[in-house]
């Protein structure tokens, strides 16, 4: 029971929002705290990417979208033979449907941000670390590093028998790479019949127009190693790593300086 001595308490609907920021200045923030997270993640974490062409058929399709993890390279990590990598393209290894930009500027904003999946980079799988000398190819068609050979069969796609070996889309199947100098890495596409990497710009026997060292990628252009393909859903997961190259002997000691 009341009084009319006894104070009333009133509460307009609102009154709480109208001590605080107004609803647009809210949004506002909460846009800005995600960009902000967003971007943290792309420099600390992870960063999408799609994959731009069949170079790294049958593991990854084109037009799938992948995550790359960052973490390793702040805390010290190096590739290691058999990771798959994204890097920037070191010089004129991209082709022009590899470097296509976003269509509009929302898109091309949510890309830079980390909000949706870039272009621009190369996606290859690292064959020899420096010291590494990797030769094409022994009497059964296979690669080999610091003379072991590589059983491949769980990620290349198979064009042995059309080709003759696990070498390049050039055809050559008689070629040797490296030493690796220090700070860099030869890498290759799994689908060895299409992909440019490593092998199409190596000095090869007679050929005049090609820098020597062109063929190593320096680590510092690597964004990360691939962690998880997002898209499609069907395909949705972890990419599991490789045992090919456990019985390769370390020659790190037998690296050169890059040049």
Same mark, same amino acid.
């Given at each position: 029971?009341?009084?009319?001595?006894?104070?009333?308490?009133?509460?307009?609907?609102?009154?709480?929002?109208?001590?605080?920021?107004?609803?647009?200045?809210?949004?506002?923030?909460?846009?800005?705290?995600?960009?902000?997270?967003?971007?943290? +993640?792309?420099?600390?974490?992870?960063?999408? &990417?799609? +994959?731009?062409?069949?170079?790294?058929?049958?593991?990854?399709? /084109?037009?799938?979208? #992948?995550?790359? *993890?960052?973490?390793?390279?702040?805390?010290?990590?190096?590739?290691?033979?058999?990771?798959?990598?994204? &890097? /920037?393209?070191?010089?004129?290894?991209? +082709?022009?449907? /590899?470097?296509? *930009?976003?269509?509009?500027?929302?898109?091309?904003?949510?890309?830079? #941000?980390?909000?949706?999946?870039?272009?621009?980079?190369?996606?290859?799988?690292? #064959?020899?670390?420096?010291?590494?000398? #990797? *030769? =094409?190819?022994?009497? %059964?068609?296979?690669?080999?590093?610091?003379?072991? $050979?590589?059983?491949?069969? $769980?990620?290349?796609? /198979?064009?042995? $028998?059309?080709?003759?070996?696990?070498?390049?889309?050039?055809?050559?199947?008689?070629?040797?790479?490296?030493?690796?100098? %220090?700070?860099?890495?030869?890498?290759?596409?799994?689908?060895?019949?299409?992909?440019?990497?490593?092998?199409?710009?190596?000095?090869?026997?007679? *050929?005049?127009? =090609?820098?020597?060292?062109?063929?190593?990628?320096?680590?510092?252009? +690597?964004?990360?190693?691939?962690?998880?393909?997002?898209?499609? &859903?069907?395909?949705?997961?972890?990419?599991?790593?490789?045992?090919?190259? %456990?019985?390769?002997?370390?020659?790190?000691?037998? $690296?050169?300086?890059?040049?």
């Amino acid at each position: 029971m009341t009084t009319d001595d006894e104070p009333t308490t009133t509460r307009s609907v609102g009154s709480s929002r109208s001590r605080g920021l107004p609803l647009w200045a809210e949004t506002l923030v909460l846009l800005g705290s995600a960009v902000v997270l967003a971007l943290l +993640i792309k420099t600390v974490l992870v960063q999408a &990417f799609y +994959i731009p062409s069949v170079s790294m058929e049958p593991g990854l399709q /084109e037009d799938d979208r #992948i995550l790359v *993890e960052k973490w390793s390279g702040w805390f010290g990590g190096e590739p290691e033979r058999g990771d798959v990598v994204v &890097f /920037e393209d070191p010089g004129g290894w991209l +082709i022009a449907g /590899e470097v296509s *930009e976003p269509g509009n500027p929302v898109s091309s904003l949510m890309g830079r #941000i980390g909000l949706l999946p870039t272009g621009g980079h190369l996606v290859k799988r690292v #064959i020899g670390v420096p010291g590494d000398v #990797i *030769e =094409c190819c022994d009497s %059964e068609g296979r690669l080999t590093v610091n003379g072991v $050979a590589l059983d491949e069969d $769980a990620y290349v796609l /198979e064009d042995k $028998a059309v080709r003759g070996c696990r070498g390049p889309m050039t055809g050559n199947c008689d070629w040797s790479a490296g030493p690796v100098p %220090e700070g860099t890495v030869f890498v290759m596409g799994d689908n060895r019949g299409n992909s440019a990497d490593s092998t199409v710009h190596m000095c090869l026997d007679g *050929e005049t127009e =090609c820098v020597p060292g062109d063929e190593f990628v320096p680590t510092d252009l +690597i964004t990360g190693r691939l962690w998880l393909r997002v898209w499609p &859903f069907s395909s949705f997961g972890g990419v599991g790593g490789t045992d090919a190259f %456990e019985d390769v002997p370390d020659r790190s000691d037998d $690296a050169p300086e890059a040049s």
